[in-house]
């Protein structure tokens, strides 16, 4: 470092006194010097006045550390000549001058090489995104064509040659395990080829069916406590093995009960209107123990099997009249008497406990109601009706002893006076009286039965033969020649034709349709002494039911499938009360749910 001049720069080096603001003190100049070579004030000589007229001789004292370590600030005391006045060499690049610089400028043009490849990406670019955001779905709209909505889902769908989409995954509404030669069948009931529209071969092993697994099926987690099963169904125990579906029903506690079992179905996931359905079912246990109450059924859309709040005053009705039909108890102010006699023995001889069709023909408008409309201006009377393919029993048959059999059944409301449907010979067909008889139960004070009791094949059981034999169901929706017919062993068991549920003037009720509501399946496996006895002693646990396969046909010319179809809409309605359909606790519409039952203007009248 370069030792400070003796010249007046000397004032920074004072001799030390008492006050410490004295260090830096000024002196004058008589001229004003450019930039930094008169120097700043010190901030030390600044803080005091006092010092500012001192002489410096007249200063003494010891050094403070401050004194001795300060640096000057005159940048000529640190003879740093760069910080003086004068040029820099690179001053000519902090001041363009264009008069200066014009001669050594070299003009040009934006048009260069570079500038038409930056413009060209750009370009490019720009072109790329419109047609990503703006032409790409105008040209996908205009190439693509419309859906049809006759499938699952609204979507995919049946060709007139019979054909359907495959989907990633075998989860089309036609399995590709489905051989070709049974995509075609001749009814039971008119000869006529139908074509296949539903089928699971249940053959990739290892499905599961928690809610999610499956396109068309789901298994529940609940208490079947309408018929006061004794197990609990549990969605592990429903699977696919060596390819068929297996529902177990075992001596495992689950949730408080002794045993478990399962229950699935399609519903909201696969429904369809008429047609015929087929499945190769193994039946579990034995052929000559009682006790299993396995089944494979269907129900109307609009009421979910297990969920007591969405079939309240849905189930069993099948119903399109404003009568005393839609009533509770199927009275308005005790009238007919008729409905109050000889019905039930176990509840006072009442005929019907049933709280009234809550989404009836007589529903006032502009009340909470599904739709559609009749020309009429009324609405549609709507329900969840229910067809058993099967419910497995043994005895009650025609055969003296425990012999398995099958229980072959529709459920039906409002009721008939005593149950008593009109069977005539023309409204019921029994193919084979040999094997087939008239079930003796025709109903109680919650459902009217019209059931056929038939024989089965006594090697298709899990512990007896473990063969497997065809069961089923035809129906064609509907008054007039509408009927439901059932098969069992392959073959037309029997017949129900829809005048057999004719009107019946005694309780003052108009006629029953056979179910005209989108359909979904059910396939369960449970236990219930509600169904009868159950011989604890010499049932096997675990015990299975094995179905091969399940398919559905309908005539080609009259294809119904889909869970919304719009002359019998659901979807709307069941969004609207979501938790009814997907809550089990929610057992009753009003006290559970707390919704209100809509006016019924026989019962209510309209506003």
Request: some cysteine; hydrophobic content about 35%.
């Amino acid at each position: 470092m370069v030792s400070p001049s003796t010249s007046s720069q000397r004032r920074y080096y004072q001799e030390a006194s008492a006050s410490s603001t004295s260090l830096l003190a000024p002196q004058v100049y008589e001229e004003p010097r450019a930039d930094y070579s008169q120097g700043p004030r010190s901030l030390r000589a600044s803080a005091s006045s006092t010092s500012l007229n001192q002489d410096a001789s007249s200063v003494s004292g010891p050094y403070s550390v401050s004194e001795k370590y300060v640096l000057p600030l005159d940048p000529e005391v640190m003879g740093g000549s760069h910080m003086i006045d004068g040029p820099e060499p690179d001053d000519s690049l902090h001041n363009p001058d264009p008069l200066r610089d014009r001669k050594s400028d070299r003009g040009g043009t934006i048009f260069t090489a570079r500038g038409i490849m930056n413009l060209g990406c750009i370009i490019i670019l720009m072109g790329g995104l419109i047609t990503l955001f703006a032409g790409f779905p105008l040209v996908n709209f205009l190439t693509s064509h419309p859906q049809s909505n006759s499938g699952g889902f609204n979507l995919g769908g049946i060709n007139a040659s019979g054909q359907v989409p495959q989907i990633p995954g075998n989860r089309g509404l036609i399995d590709i395990d489905t051989p070709q030669e049974v995509r075609t069948k001749v009814d039971y009931v008119n000869g006529q080829t139908w074509q296949l529209v539903f089928s699971d071969e249940f053959n990739v092993d290892g499905r599961t069916f928690y809610p999610g697994d499956d396109p068309y099926w789901e298994a529940v987690d609940l208490h079947y406590w309408q018929t006061n099963n004794l197990e609990w169904y549990d969605p592990e125990a429903i699977t696919t093995r060596n390819g068929s579906l297996e529902i177990t029903l075992s001596n495992k506690p689950n949730h408080n009960l002794n045993f478990t079992g399962g229950l699935m179905s399609s519903w909201n996931k696969f429904c369809f209107t008429g047609g015929l359905v087929e499945a190769r079912v193994m039946l579990p246990g034995f052929s000559n123990v009682q006790g299993l109450w396995p089944a494979i059924w269907a129900m109307g859309n609009l009421g979910r099997a297990g969920y007591g709040a969405s079939l309240d005053g849905m189930w069993p009705y099948t119903y399109d009249a404003c009568d005393v039909g839609t009533a509770p108890n199927q009275t308005i102010n005790g009238q007919p008497i008729a409905a109050t006699v000889n019905g039930d023995p176990g509840n006072g001889g009442v005929l019907s406990f049933l709280p009234g069709q809550r989404l009836s023909r007589c529903t006032c408008p502009g009340e909470s109601h599904p739709g559609p409309v009749h020309s009429d201006g009324q609405y549609v009377g709507r329900s969840a009706p229910e067809i058993d393919m099967f419910e497995a029993q043994v005895g009650g048959t025609v055969v003296p002893g425990k012999v398995g059999a099958v229980s072959q059944s529709a459920q039906w409301g409002p009721f008939n006076h005593a149950y008593r449907w009109y069977n005539t010979s023309d409204n019921l067909v029994i193919s084979d009286p040999t094997k087939s008889e008239l079930n003796s139960y025709m109903g109680g004070a919650y459902q009217q039965a019209t059931s056929v009791v038939t024989v089965t094949d006594q090697q298709a059981y899990e512990f007896s033969g473990a063969q497997y034999s065809v069961y089923g169901f035809q129906y064609k929706p509907g008054f007039g020649d509408a009927y439901i017919a059932w098969i069992a062993n392959g073959e037309l068991a029997w017949v129900l034709r829809q005048p057999g549920m004719a009107a019946d003037p005694i309780v003052e009720i108009s006629d029953r349709p056979v179910p005209q509501e989108p359909m979904y399946l059910i396939a369960n496996l449970g236990m219930s002494q509600n169904f009868g006895f159950v011989d604890f002693a010499h049932l096997k646990f675990p015990s299975t039911m094995r179905v091969d396969y399940i398919r559905v046909y309908q005539d080609p010319n009259n294809i119904n499938i889909g869970c919304d179809p719009p002359d019998f809409p659901t979807a709307a309605y069941i969004n609207e009360y979501a938790e009814a359909y997907n809550n089990p606790l929610l057992t009753t519409w009003v006290d559970d749910f707390h919704q209100t039952i809509p006016k019924n203007k026989l019962v209510d009248g309209c506003d």
